[in-house]
């Protein structure tokens, strides 16, 4: 067979096929397909001939049909059905080709997966893709790892099948081995984040105003008109406003409340907890996901004693309330997640470019929003910024939102209605903004129980009281 094709595809389910449909309809390309069982590989080359696909039944025929470096971007379940495909693909490729994994991958195991590979000579990049199955299809924004080699080759085909954002694909070689998955991840914290928040919106309007879907469906409609102008608040008016087939109810009330997840926030939350980074208001969203998927204990509890919910005075007032909450502490959880993207880089000495980050995240992803160029410009002002949310943009929008923010967060309070994102994100404000925190308590605390030691403000040293003696302080060496 001739070696025809410039770029191969490993995996045709929804969003493989439409990756390889999204290459293939670019000027240039012409794109190699394989799939474990060739039925999947022929329903694809049945429905889009357009493509010019050319398939392949077995791996040794995937490798001969590409043009070298072969470049084949892996779309299969994360997991051992990658590792599986990774190491077929190593047997047949040679030294200096290419191995992409697209799929939602753990950036650990991308690190691991990435070593192995380049012993053989072989590039591994881990990429991720986000944009769901549209995305796929008509221009994602991806976000790869791996060596500058395989950028070489791989960048302008990236780019060539990316969403545009400004006139600028939505693509950066993000970092080397796992900082491109390292980065996905990050993007789906935040995707947790911003998906509960709008739902706490939501729930705090529906609960608070007695407002039917429809109507709360105009609202995030005007909503999207301003700052929080966003996919996800678009997505969400078209949610709300569709009504049952079967019932005539609006869809939004006959889905079942417990929400799914397959981890990609667990793994967000996960890794900050090692890197000692507080992203509270990604972990509340996770945590939100299983309190509802708990139906035996939310039944056990649903006699638990509550407040009488007061009745919202002025509607319209409330409303543009929830949406300055709403808008404060999204901000907040893009702070969390780029400071999560800081200590990884740190950790794993990649070389991140925040705001590139923010560029990339403009187009074809799930939490692409107006406020990323915000963002980029804010890491363009001051690149060694140490907190997002203390950039000059973000304080002005943080003056003229806290307000409404608090009134919303205690309103929700006295009311009974959770609202756990937005409280933890105005609590994790208040703590970054705090002279002084309890934390000094907790010191004391630790030095009382466990002689774990103290530092003070007005000496240099390390301390520790003699609590069950004298009381006196003396001058220790810390080693707890
Ligand atoms: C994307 C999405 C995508 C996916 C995740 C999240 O960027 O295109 O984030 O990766 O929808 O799997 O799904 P869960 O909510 O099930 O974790």
């Known amino acids: ?3 025809e094709a410039n770029i191969g595809v490993v995996g045709m389910a929804v969003m493989g096929s439409n990756l390889a449909r999204n290459l293939a309809s670019r000027e240039g390309n012409t794109v190699a397909i394989f799939n474990r069982s060739y039925e999947k590989t022929q329903t694809v080359l049945d429905a889009h ?27 299969v379940q994360a997991g051992k059905g990658t590792d599986a ?18 799929g939602n991958a753990l950036f650990g195991d991308t690190i691991r997966r990435e070593k ?68 996905k991840m990050i993007h789906n914290g935040i995707e ?16 608070g105003t007695g407002k039917t879907p429809t109507e709360i469906s105009d609202i995030f409609t005007e909503w999207n008109k301003g700052e929080l102008e966003s996919y996800l608040i678009e997505i969400t008016a078209e949610v709300l406003k569709q009504v049952d087939a079967s019932t005539g109810a609006p869809l939004v009330d006959v889905i079942l409340d417990q929400a799914g997840s397959k981890g990609t926030g667990v793994w967000t939350v996960q890794t900050a907890l090692d890197l000692g980074i507080p992203v509270s208001g990604i972990a509340e969203a996770v945590f939100a996901r299983s309190l509802s998927s708990k139906p035996a204990q939310r039944a056990a509890a649903a006699e638990l004693p509550g407040p009488s919910s007061p009745a919202v005075g002025d509607v319209d007032a409330f409303i543009e309330d929830v949406r300055l909450a709403l808008y404060a502490s ?84 006295q009311s009974g209605i959770p609202t756990p994102a937005f409280s933890s994100s105005l ?5 970054l903004r705090a002279d002084r925190l309890p934390a000094a308590l907790v010191q004391g605390q630790r030095d009382f129980f466990g002689a774990h030691t103290y530092k003070r403000v007005d000496k240099d040293g390390t301390f520790h009281t003699l609590w069950s003696g004298d009381r006196t302080e003396i001058e220790a060496t810390d080693t707890h």
């Open 1 to 3: 067979m001739a070696a």
């Open 49 to 75: 001939p357009e493509a010019k696909f050319i398939p392949a039944k077995d791996y040794a025929e995937f490798a001969a049909s590409l043009s070298k470096p072969r470049t084949a971007i892996i779309m």
């Open 85 to 102: 495909v990774i190491d077929a693909l190593t047997e047949v490729f040679e030294p200096g080709d290419i191995i992409v994994d697209g």
């Open 116 to 183: 192995a590979v380049r012993e053989t000579g072989i590039n591994f990049v881990g990429a991720g893709i986000s944009g769901g199955e549209e995305g796929a299809l008509l221009g994602p924004s991806i976000m790869p790892g791996g060596s500058d080699e395989s950028w070489v080759t791989l960048g302008p085909i990236l780019k060539s099948i990316a969403a545009v954002a400004e006139g600028e694909p939505c693509v950066t070689h993000v970092g080397h081995d796992g900082a491109g998955h390292f980065v």
């Open 192 to 207: 947790y984040a911003d998906m509960q928040l709008i739902a706490e919106a939501y729930d705090l309007i529906r609960r």
């Open 330 to 413: 999204k901000v907040i959880a893009y702070s969390q997640g780029f400071d999560a993207i800081v200590a990884g880089a740190e950790q794993y000495n990649w070389n991140i470019q925040k705001g590139e980050i923010a560029k990339i995240w403009r187009g074809g992803c799930i939490i692409r929003a107006r406020f990323l160029n915000r963002i980029t410009e804010a890491y363009a002002e001051n690149p060694g910024l140490v907190a997002l949310v203390t950039a000059p943009f973000f304080v002005d929008v943080m003056a003229s939102t806290q307000d409404a923010w608090r009134r919303v967060v205690s309103g929700a309070a």
């Open 427 to 431: 609590a994790y404000y208040d703590g």
